[in-house]
DNA sequence: AGCAAGATTAGCT
DNA sequence: GCTAATCTTGCTA
């Protein structure tokens, strides 16, 4: 098992100042870390999904709807908002900049650092189920309702740099059936064939690297 | 104060 | 595939 590296340094501000589907895009292959008292875990960042209020149905922002739980949505762009989803923890990166509530929902990821550490939060020994979905690998990594509002741009929740990956999946949105036309929009994005994603489906079309070797 | 809905998961058929 | 679990949020009264 991989040796957990000295320093991971975190992306700074301007990485999360692109526009939210570019983000999306930009945080696979990423580094997700948690740094807590029981030690480091972290994970690549392999399926989003992008949430763009006011215009999206699917948003809780929807409408500029303005509330408790949706004010961090509101504020600086690379900020975490997490809330609660019957009993787990999702974990978003919010995006758009001050005043325009987009985010980015982080799906999945696969694991590499802080593997045992992962499995025991979980009670659950098998690598696979162990962050494939959105409410796994918040439990996973010990990420909680404390973390709700703080910057991903410093510990102990923060984004590095990870993989670069050869081609992207874009297809519909998971589980927002009553989200009328808006759960149709293509904003969901995957690392092609990448065994941690949350759900199988068919891509509405794929990206490929500009990293071409021909 | 009451209530319906929910960006999910685990377990069972 | 289907359903129960479980509880907070936000809306209505």
């Known amino acids: 098992m ?12 301007d990485f999360y100042e692109q526009p939210t589907l570019e983000l999306a895009k930009a945080l696979l292959g990423c580094l997700l870390v948690k740094e807590t008292e029981q030690g480091l875990a972290a994970g690549y960042i392999v399926e989003t999904e992008a949430y763009i209020g006011p215009s999206d149905r699917a948003a809780h922002s929807y409408n500029n709807r303005r509330t408790a739980r949706t004010e961090v949505m509101f504020q600086l762009s690379g900020l975490a908002y997490t809330y609660l989803m019957h009993t787990h923890c999702l974990f ?3 995006s758009g900049g001050e005043e325009k509530p987009e985010a ?25 189920s162990l962050t494939n979905g959105p ?17 991903l741009t410093l510990p102990p929740l923060y984004i590095a740099n990870g993989i670069f990956p050869d081609s992207i999946s874009v297809g519909k949105r998971i589980g927002i059936d009553n989200a009328g036309e808006a759960k149709d929009y293509p904003w969901r994005f995957w690392i092609t064939d990448n065994k941690f994603v949350s759900r199988h489906q068919k891509a509405e079309f794929v990206i490929r690297s500009n990293k071409n070797p021909f």
């Open 92 to 94: 978003n990166v919010v």
């Open 2 to 13: 991989g040796e957990i590296p000295q320093d991971i340094d975190p992306l700074s501000q």
């Open 104 to 128: 980015v929902l982080v799906r999945a990821i696969e694991p590499l650092y802080g593997i045992e550490v992962m499995k025991s939060r979980r009670g659950l020994d098998d690598l696979k």
């Open 135 to 151: 409410g796994k690998l918040t439990k996973s990594l010990g990420i909680t309702m404390e973390d709700y509002g703080s910057s």
